[in-house]
């Protein structure tokens, strides 16, 4: 599905039935200007974009490419031999690329000293929120452990050793299975092993606050207030530091039940799969729990009680260490949901907010209107995962005050059904909901999981025929979850992927961010269209390739609540731009991820491809040796690095992408967040060196990729690609690090 940039001007601009355009949202590109001074900005300002885009590996249509002989043109008018001309070698970067002009700070860097522990690994979402002026909290997510550079630089950047050699001879007569640690005597050399392991890989999960201020020549440094802390992990197993609890699953937490009890209660151990998140205008800050099921058990029984940690085991893989919850007997039913964090606030450890669901979270929409019902969205980052909303019962009064908290102990969460026809509607998922799951036949990878009872967990259904019989057994959501109403409902939110999938909600295609925008339309990245033979994959009537099929490369999609109203229960929605190549319709990136709306309406986005992708060679016909052609998620090498995007949502570039940013080698840029004065860009550089670790001796590989023009006319491309990475050091062999850095112009005035 694409939309040219004409649909895209007509959407834009107000058609039939659909939210006219907040004001705001006209006026010229701001970020990076300073309002006071307005003096040298020597980038390409035409059009409203005041930086000139970078060059990136792929000819795009919205942007300009250098010629061999310097001279500057436009794709637009450049014809097919001189994009080949241009685009014939490429140069990947193993390092943070930015625009003329602009310049990056790190402010920290993973085994940095945060309070009494260390800035964690796998920095993820971002939040500043300011104190005064160029002062401020900065939280940070940290999300999970890329085994092969976490275990190459441990002992380099924090100074002390694993016993990795001896893990890896205990897991090999386990293999893929890993190794339940939770069943061994707690003498066992192997349990004390994976115990060591697991504590440090956790510690170095789960989210930090950081206290960070602009110093007088405009850089960012930390001032290490009494607020700079971590919430790992195991936060509580020692220190007593347990994050809390509201709604309905606290009952779930509290009782006997089917299944595995951690006897703590409503206390919880921890938070980690930190990915995403939002940030509320009363200061407080979400951390959004995604992939858990890789660290702990996801299913559970009927009643919402966990499965036995032993269903998770320890492991490490090509790209992972996971099951670290196994060895510490943590609860999984009390992982996958939204923690919100007052930063402020150093006695302030988290509160998980039941309401708002347990699922594969990915950011959070926060939409907060004086007068009426809070309304938070987010999305479940799975294949096949659901788009959510959360309604407060009450509203709110003054969109700053801190009681707006509150507002999240009492409400309803909804699962989106999306039709084909641009409109849409909320389903309830509580006890008299009807059970209604669309049939397998419609979805990419022809399945989709249902609660199975009464074992408990989920099972797959590949046959029309199954659903039918599913619907004769169960009528309501109550049918398939037990206990008196409140167990009941806490239940339905602690399995609510399977719950939304048995009511009806339309499964999607990895719906990775949610942001509001100015005029208060939320905007949505669905990373992925492919299906899985695990998960299932999207419903192909909405997301669909312009052949009908399942389409990898993604979409950002634009959905408006009926009259503009928090608690409508429909909603219309329209593709705002789709992820490809522009010789198919798409835009030149692919997987786009999170987003940043600025205050002029306009989009910043990084995308999120497959670290084992990127910059892959690809045969010249881009056909196999098989003789088949290649797919398209083999064909994202196509693209580099992953990077920051920026499109502008009016004037003569809009429905355009243009090339802010390229990041370093096998990272993911996350996370990207604004100043108040929008003059500084807040990023979180995430496993550079991912697959390769730590580069040696400058070491890289020469590679074809069969690439095109923006008019579709093949031809080869020798890419010089990095093997591993230096980042952010950036010396020989300096082991790579996660970090965040602040993005600024360089000819903006200092602050003196």
């Keep these: 599905m694409t939309i040219k940039r004409r649909e895209f001007l007509l959407f834009l601009g107000a058609s039939a039935g659909s939210i006219a355009l907040n004001s705001c949202q006209q006026k010229a590109f701001t970020p990076f200007v300073d309002s006071v001074s307005t003096t040298n900005t020597s980038a390409n300002t035409k059009g409203g974009i005041n930086f000139k885009p970078l060059k990136g590996p792929m000819p795009l249509s919205g942007s300009s490419t250098l010629a061999q002989t310097g001279q500057l043109i436009e794709i637009s008018t450049a014809s097919s031999q001189q994009q080949i001309q241009a685009y014939s070698t490429y140069e ?17 860097a993973w085994g940095d000293k945060v309070g ?10 971002l939040s500043f929120v300011e104190t005064s002026k160029n002062e401020g909290f900065l939280t940070v997510n940290f999300e999970y452990i890329s085994a092969k550079p976490w275990i190459q630089a441990y002992q380099k950047v924090l100074g002390k050793s694993l016993p990795f050699a001896d893990i890896e001879t205990a897991l090999k007569p386990a293999g893929k299975d890993g190794i339940n640690a939770f069943s061994l005597g707690d003498k066992e050399p192997t349990k004390k092993m994976v115990k060591e392991v697991s504590t440090e890989a956790l510690i170095d999960l789960g989210i930090g606050v950081i206290s960070i201020r602009r110093n007088p020549v405009g850089q960012w440094e930390r001032t290490n207030s009494q607020a700079d802390r971590r919430i790992t992990g195991i936060s509580g197993l020692a220190d007593g530091r347990y994050l809390k609890a509201t709604g309905p699953a606290v009952a779930v937490f509290n009782k006997k039940g089917q299944g595995y009890q951690d006897k703590l209660g409503d206390k919880i151990i921890g938070t980690f799969a930190n990915c995403a998140g939002g940030t509320t205008p009363w200061g407080t800050v979400f951390s959004a729990e995604e992939n858990i099921q890789n660290l702990v058990p996801e299913p559970v ?3 919402g009680t966990s499965f036995d940690p032993g269903q998770k085991k320890f492991y490490i893989d090509a790209e992972e260490m996971g099951g670290l919850g196994n060895v510490f007997g943590l609860a999984g039913n009390k992982y996958g949901w939204m923690v919100e964090l007052d930063p402020a606030n150093p006695k302030d450890y988290g509160t998980k907010h039941t309401w708002l669901g347990r699922y594969r979270h990915e950011a959070l929409g926060i939409r907060v209107v004086a007068g009426k019902p809070l309304a ?13 909303k959360f309604v407060s019962k009450n509203a709110v009064k003054n969109p700053k005050d801190k009681a707006n908290s509150q507002l999240l102990t009492e409400g309803m969460l909804y ?3 999306f039709n084909a026809d641009g409109t849409g509607s909320w389903i309830a998922l509580k006890a008299d909901t009807p059970v209604n799951p669309d049939l397998p036949s419609i979805h990419a990878g022809g399945i989709i999981n249902l609660p199975k009872r009464p074992q408990g967990g989920f099972f797959k259904v590949e046959k029309d025929a199954d659903v039918a019989a599913f619907k004769q057994k169960f009528k309501t959501l109550g049918d398939l979850y037990q206990g008196n109403a409140l167990e009941k409902q806490g239940a339905i939110l602690i399995d609510a992927h399977y719950a ?12 990775e961010d949610t942001e509001i925008a100015p005029d208060g339309s939320l905007y949505i990245t669905f990373t992925s269209g492919s299906g899985s033979d695990t998960d299932g994959g999207p419903d192909l009537r909405i997301f669909q390739g312009k052949d009908g099929k399942a389409y990898e490369y993604g979409w950002i999609m634009r959905l408006m609540e009926d009259g503009n109203e928090p608690s409508a229960m429909s909603f219309q929605w ?3 731009g789709t992820g490809g190549e522009p010789a198919e319709g798409g835009l030149g990136f692919a997987n786009p991820d999170n987003l940043l709306i600025d205050n002029s309406g306009n989009i910043w986005m990084v995308n999120d491809m497959s670290s084992d992708k990127l910059n892959s060679a690809i045969p010249p016909g881009r056909v196999g040796k098989d003789g088949k052609p290649i797919s398209q998620s083999n064909l994202r090498g196509l693209y580099g690095n992953n990077s920051i995007w920026f499109l502008p949502a009016s004037g003569a570039n809009a429905g355009e992408a243009f090339l802010f940013g390229i990041g370093p080698m096998e990272c993911e840029t996350t996370g990207p967040f604004f100043t108040e004065d929008e003059t500084t860009l807040f990023l979180a550089i995430q496993h550079p060196g991912e697959m390769n670790g730590t ?7 020469s590679r074809e990729l069969a690439m095109k023009t923006t008019d579709g006319q093949g031809f080869s491309q020798t890419r010089k690609v990095p093997i591993g990475s230096n980042w952010p050091g950036n010396k020989p062999n300096d082991p790579p690090k996660p970090a965040v850095v602040a993005i600024r112009r360089v000819d903006l005035r200092s602050l003196t």
């Design 500 to 511: 939304a999938s048995a009511a009806g909600a339309t499964c999607t295609a990895r719906p």
């Design 695 to 701: 580069r040696l001796d400058l070491a890289f590989e």
């Design 376 to 388: 938070f969205y987010s999305g479940c980052d799975r294949r096949s995962g659901h788009l959510y």
């Design 574 to 576: 329209k593709m705002f």
């Design 92 to 108: 990947v970067p193993d390092d943070l690329l930015l625009p003329e002009d602009f310049i990056y700070d790190i402010i920290a």
């Design 116 to 125: 009494d522990s260390r800035f964690g690994y796998n920095n993820d979402y």
């Design 301 to 303: 029984f009927a009643d």
């Design 415 to 417: 699962a989106a059904k």
